[in-house]
C-alpha cells in the first residue's frame, strides 16, 4: 500500500446528541481528549490528516491539521462530513474514522486497502464479528475521492443514513478480528467509566493481602495478584473446526443433534425381545432379516422373532436387547440362547446417551484438543466460536546481549532468552511480537516499551529487573503504568516486575521476567503462563504430579526451589525423579535435559531420598 495515496478524515461534527450535545471528540480521555487518541493513530498511516468539525473550529486547529466543516447544512450526520471531506480530498483515496473511537486499529488503512484493491470496489468498510453477529462499522471506510458526485446526490436527494448509498456503488466488507478496536464511546458515564480506570489498580489488588511485602513476597502471594489483576480480552471470532485446535472456546457448543442419534446395537449378534427371554429354558426365536451399520432392518420383530444385527445398526422395531452371536447357537433360521445368557435391555445404546440435543458438548473456557475435534465433527458442527488469539510482544534487554548472526564480542552473550520465550509462548497458541534485543538505554526502552503497548495485549520482557540492575528497565516501565517490582521468595528468579502500561490510549499487560535463562523459564511457567491463559478466556492452573525423589534434595525452608530434573521410571517399576547436576541459573543446558522440574515449595526443607516431591511436567502430548 502507499500511504501517500490516502488522506484521513475523522469525522468530528456530530451534535453529540446521546452525550448531552457535548463537543465528543474533545472531552478527556486517557490524559487527552478524544480526537487526540484517534488523531494518534491514524496519522502514521495515512499521507495526511483532517478534521471535521462544526464547532470549537479553533480548538480542533489546534491540533495542527486542517479542519473542515460541513457544505450541507443543518448537522446532516457523518455523510456531510464525508461529502465536506471528499471535496477537498487531493488523494486518490480518503479513510475515515470517527472522534469518539479511540481504539482504532494501527492496520485499518492497510486492510481496507487491500480489501478495496482485492474486491476492485469503491469503497471498502470494516466489518467485526462478536458471538457469531456480523457488525459494520460504516464510519471506518476507504473509499475513492472520485466518488464526490454520486454521494452529493444521495445527500441532496435527502439521504442521510450512512450506508444508504451503497447500492450505488460497489463495496467491500473486510474482516478484522478485533471488535474491541471499533468501539465506540457514545456516553459521558460509559466515557467516565472508562477513564477513570475502571481496571483495578495493582493497590488495590494487593491490599487484599494480609501482610505484603513487596522484598520478600511468597511465590502463592504473587501468583494470586496477577490472577487477581489480570482480565481477559473479550473479542472472539467464528473459525472453522479443523482451526478451532488449540484455541479457547468463546461460549459452550451446544450439541445439535442427539449422540448417538437412534438407540442401536453395542454388538455384533441379535436382535430380540427382552420379553422372549424365558428365565429356565432355552429361547428359540427365528430370524427374520439382517440390520447392517447404516442399513436399518425395515421390517419389525413379533414375539418369537430375532434380527441378525451389526455394531452401531439401528436397533429394529420391536426390539430392546442384543445378545453378542458369540453366546448362541444357530440352526437354519432358529437362533437359540441358553438360560440366563441375557437381560432385557443388555447392549442396546440408547439415543442420547452420550450427548442430549440442546445440551453443552463443550463448554466456554475449554483449549480445543484432538478429541474436541472429533466430538464437535461427530455432531455435525463445522464452525465454532473461539476466543481471538492473544497478542503478545517480548524483546530482550541488554547491552551485552548480542542476536543470532552478529560477532560475539568480548564480554557479550548470545541472546537466548527471546528463543525461549518465543518457544513457550508459540506453544500457548499466541500471536508473537518478536521486538529483538533493546539497548539499555532510556529512550529505547521507552520506545519499545510504547510500541508494544500500542499493539499488544501483553508484553513480556526479560533483563534489566534484578536488584543492581544499574538500568533504566525499572524507572521507565514505573513511568508507563501501574507496575510493581517484587522480590520473590523463590530460586531460581527472584526479580519480577508486574502491572499494566498504557500509552495513546491503549494498554498491555507487562511481566517484566530477570535476564539469566532458567529463571526466564521458571516465572514464565510460575507466573506469566497462567495469566495469559486467563487472558485468552481459559482456566487452566498448572497440574503438579507426585512422584518420589530418587535422591536428597537439600533445601532451606522459606522460599520456592524449582529444580531441573528428569522423571523416569525407577527400578522398582514406579516413577523417580532425579536432579539434573548444575542448577546455575544461567545454565540452559541442564534445563533442556530435564523433562520435569521438581517444585519445592516455601515450608518444605530437605527432602530425603524416597520421599514424595511435586513434579512439573514439562511436555503433555502434543
Ligand atoms: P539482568 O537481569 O539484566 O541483570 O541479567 C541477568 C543475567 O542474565 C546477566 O548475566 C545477563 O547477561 C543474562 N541475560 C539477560 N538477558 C539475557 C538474554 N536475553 N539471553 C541470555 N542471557 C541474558
Ligand atoms: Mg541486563
Not at 478524544?34 to 471535521?52: F, S
Not at 491490599?207 to 511465590?219: E, G
Not at 495478584?225 to 473479550?234: G, L, S
Not at 414375539?303 to 441378525?308: I, S, T
Request: glycine share 10%.
Amino acid at each position: 500500500m502507499n500511504k501517500e495515496s490516502i488522506s484521513g478524515l475523522i469525522l468530528a461534527g456530530g451534535r453529540g446528541t446521546r452525550m448531552g450535545h457535548v463537543d465528543k471528540g474533545l472531552q478527556p480521555f486517557g490524559g487527552t481528549t478524544m480526537v487526540a487518541h484517534v488523531l494518534a493513530r491514524l496519522e502514521p498511516q495515512v499521507a495526511t490528516v483532517a478534521i471535521n468539525a462544526n464547532r470549537n473550529l479553533d480548538t480542533y486547529a489546534g491540533y495542527g491539521v486542517p479542519v473542515w466543516t460541513d457544505d450541507t447544512p443543518d448537522y446532516a450526520g457523518p455523510l456531510a462530513g464525508l461529502q465536506a471531506g471528499l471535496r477537498r480530498c487531493a488523494t486518490t483515496y480518503l479513510l475515515t474514522a470517527p472522534c469518539d473511537s479511540p481504539f482504532l486499529p494501527a492496520d485499518l488503512a492497510e486492510r481496507l486497502h487491500e480489501g478495496l484493491r482485492t474486491a476492485g470496489a469503491d469503497l471498502a468498510v470494516a466489518v467485526t464479528e462478536e458471538n457469531g453477529r456480523r457488525q459494520v462499522h460504516p464510519v471506518f471506510c476507504l473509499l475513492k475521492a472520485s466518488l464526490e458526485p454520486v454521494l452529493s446526490a444521495y445527500l441532496d436527494g435527502g439521504g442521510r443514513r450512512m450506508d444508504g448509498w451503497y447500492p450505488q456503488i460497489k463495496v467491500a466488507e473486510v474482516l478484522f478480528d478485533d471488535a474491541d478496536a471499533f468501539r465506540n464511546i457514545n456516553t459521558l458515564d460509559e466515557l467516565r467509566e472508562l477513564d477513570t480506570v475502571k481496571v483495578p489498580r495493582l493497590a488495590d489488588v494487593v491490599s487484599c493481602l494480609s501482610a505484603y511485602d513487596p522484598d520478600a513476597l511468597p511465590v502463592r502471594d504473587a501468583q494470586r495478584i496477577i490472577r487477581d489483576f489480570v482480565t481477559p480480552v473479550r473479542a472472539t471470532e467464528m473459525v472453522a473446526l479443523r482451526a478451532a485446535l488449540g484455541r479457547v472456546l468463546a461460549a459452550d457448543v451446544v450439541s445439535p443433534i442427539n449422540v448417538p442419534a437412534h438407540d442401536n446395537s453395542a454388538m455384533d449378534g441379535y436382535a430380540l425381545r427382552g420379553s422372549d427371554l424365558p428365565a429356565d429354558v432355552p429361547a428359540r426365536l427365528r430370524v427374520i432379516g439382517t440390520a447392517y451399520a447404516g442399513r436399518a432392518f425395515d421390517g419389525k420383530a413379533q414375539p418369537g422373532e430375532c434380527v441378525r444385527i451389526m455394531t452401531g445398526a439401528v436397533m429394529p422395531a420391536g426390539c430392546d436387547s442384543v445378545v453378542p452371536q458369540e453366546f448362541v447357537t444357530v440352526e437354519d433360521d432358529t437362533m437359540v440362547i441358553a438360560p440366563g445368557t441375557l437381560r432385557a435391555g443388555d447392549n442396546r445404546r440408547l439415543a442420547g446417551e452420550d450427548l442430549k440435543a440442546g445440551s453443552a458438548a463443550l463448554r466456554a473456557g475449554k483449549i480445543v484438543r484432538p478429541a474436541d475435534l472429533g466430538l464437535l465433527a461427530s455432531l455435525g458442527v463445522a464452525e465454532v466460536p473461539v476466543q481471538r488469539r492473544l497478542r503478545v510482544a517480548f524483546f530482550s534487554t541488554g547491552d551485552e546481549l548480542r542476536s543470532i548472526g552478529q560477532p560475539l564480542d568480548e564480554g557479550c552473550v548470545y541472546d537466548s532468552n527471546r528463543y525461549t520465550i518465543y518457544g513457550m509462548l508459540q506453544r500457548q497458541g499466541c500471536d508473537l511480537i518478536d521486538m529483538g534485543v533493546v539497548r539499555d538505554d532510556p529512550q529505547a526502552l521507552e520506545q519499545a516499551l510504547r510500541d508494544a503497548c500500542e499493539n499488544a495485549d501483553a508484553i513480556i520482557t526479560s533483563g534489566g529487573v534484578s536488584v543492581g540492575a544499574a538500568d533504566y528497565t525499572k524507572q521507565i516501565m514505573a513511568r508507563l503504568g501501574d507496575v510493581t517490582f517484587w522480590k520473590i521468595g523463590m530460586r531460581p528468579g527472584r526479580p519480577l516486575a508486574f502491572g499494566r502500561i498504557a500509552s495513546n490510549g491503549r494498554s498491555a499487560f507487562l511481566f517484566g521476567l530477570p535476564g539469566n535463562p532458567v529463571a526466564v523459564m521458571v516465572s514464565f511457567y510460575f507466573f506469566a503462563r497462567e495469566a495469559l491463559l486467563r487472558m485468552m478466556g481459559a482456566e487452566a492452573p498448572l497440574e503438579l504430579v507426585r512422584a518420589r525423589s530418587a535422591a536428597t534434595i537439600r533445601k532451606k525452608p522459606g522460599r520456592s526451589e524449582y529444580q531441573r530434573g528428569i522423571l523416569a521410571r525407577g527400578a522398582d517399576g514406579q516413577p523417580a525423579v532425579t536432579i539434573t547436576g548444575a542448577q546455575g541459573s544461567g545454565i540452559l543446558r541442564s534445563m533442556s535435559e530435564a523433562n520435569c522440574m521438581v517444585v519445592l515449595h516455601d515450608e518444605q526443607g530437605t527432602v530425603q531420598a524416597g520421599d514424595m516431591v511435586d513434579v512439573l511436567l514439562f511436555e503433555g502430548l502434543i
